[in-house]
C-alpha cells in the first residue's frame, strides 16, 4: 500500500483555485479512511479539516476505529458530515476472521455512538453479509436491533461479490476450511454481474438474494429502521441506491445550490 502524502495539500490548493466548490466529498471505502496506520490517519484529518473549513461536506464510509480528534472536528465544523459504519454480523468472533484488522464489534457501535452525539448523521451497513453465515434470520434480527438501540434508522445491506483478490484474500484468512466451504458452496451456482461503476464481480443467484433482502425487510417493519439495498450491487434487483454517500448529507444540502454536488477521494493506492 502507498500512502498519498500530499493529499491535504493538494486539497486545500485545488478548494482555493475553484470557483465552484463540490458540496460533499466522499472518502472511497476502498480505502478506508480510518485504517490503524498513523500516515492514514494524518492524512484524513488534515484532508477533512480543510475542506470543511472551506465549506465543503464530509461523507464517509468505514469498518475502522474513529480517533477522538476526528469527532472533536465534526462536531465543531460548519458544513454536515454523514458516515456509514460497516458491520455485517455482531459475532465478534467471525468478524475477527472475515475482517482482519478492522474495529470489533464493539468499537464500531461505539463509533456510532459518539458520531451521532457529535451531530454526524450516521447509517449502519451491513456489507457484506454472507449467505448462511451472517444472513439468518437470528442473527440479522440482533443486528438491525443493535441499530436501532444506537439511534440508528438506516441500514445499506449488501451480500458478499466475489472477485479473484476478494477469493484469494479468503482463502488465505480463514482457516476453517468448512467455514469456507460454507462461504464458497452457494457461488458455484451464482452469476456474474456487472456493477454500477463497471466492475464485474460473481454474484450469489438472484433467487438467494430477494430472499434474504425479504427477510431483512419483514424484519425491520416493526422497529422503525429503513433497509436500502445497494441497487449498485444488485442491478438485476432493484434500480435503488443504498445512499453510500450519506443519504442524511445529499438532504442537509440546499436545493438551491448548483455547485459540483459529489467528488470521490482515494488516500491510498497500490504499491
Known sequence: MVVYGNTAEKVSKELRRRR???????????????QPVPE??????????????????????????????????????????????????????LTSILEPGAASVAQRIENVRRLRNAGVAVAMRADPMIHGVTDGESEMNRLLEACRDVG????????????????????????????????FEPYERGERLAMRGGAGALALPARIRREGFGRIERLVSRMGVAVHVCGCKNPDLTDTRCHLAGVQLKESISANDSSLPLLDLSLTGRS
Open 152 to 183: 440508528v434508522t438506516d441500514v445499506a445491506a449488501s451480500y458478499l461479490f466475489l472477485r479473484p483478490a476478494v477469493r484469494a484474500g479468503l482463502r488465505r484468512g480463514v482457516r476453517d476450511r468448512a467455514l469456507l466451504r460454507r462461504i
Open 20 to 34: 465552484t466548490k463540490p458540496r460533499v466529498v466522499y472518502f472511497c471505502p476502498s480505502c478506508d479512511a480510518f
Open 40 to 93: 492514514v490517519l494524518d492524512q484524513s484529518y488534515q484532508s477533512m479539516k480543510a475542506l470543511l473549513e472551506h465549506g465543503v461536506g464530509v461523507a464517509f464510509a468505514t469498518k475502522g476505529t474513529i480517533p477522538e480528534r476526528f469527532i472533536e472536528l465534526f462536531e465543531a465544523g460548519e458544513r454536515p458530515v454523514s458516515a456509514q459504519v460497516g458491520m455485517a454480523s455482531l459475532d465478534q468472533g
